[in-house]
């Protein structure tokens, strides 16, 4: 990801970090946790528990 762009300020490298972070955890789709999210995993798993 980082070698891709060019980042011309930490606060832009910031930002990049955050969208990734954000991206990795929400919007990446996992075939091993059945075709969800990280997050839209762990919100089922913990209905289905609690």
């Known amino acids: ?3 891709l ?4 300020s930490i606060q832009e490298l ?3 970090i955050h969208q990734y972070i ?3 955890n929400k ?3 996992r075939l091993n ?4 999210s990280p997050i839209e995993y ?3 798993y913990y209905q289905k528990i609690i």
Do not use: Q, V
């Open 1 to 3: 990801m980082f070698y």
């Open 5 to 8: 762009k060019k980042i011309k």
């Open 14 to 16: 910031k930002d990049e």
């Open 22 to 24: 954000n991206y990795y």
């Open 27 to 29: 919007d990446r789709i």
């Open 33 to 36: 946790l059945k075709g969800k």
């Open 42 to 44: 762990r919100t089922l």
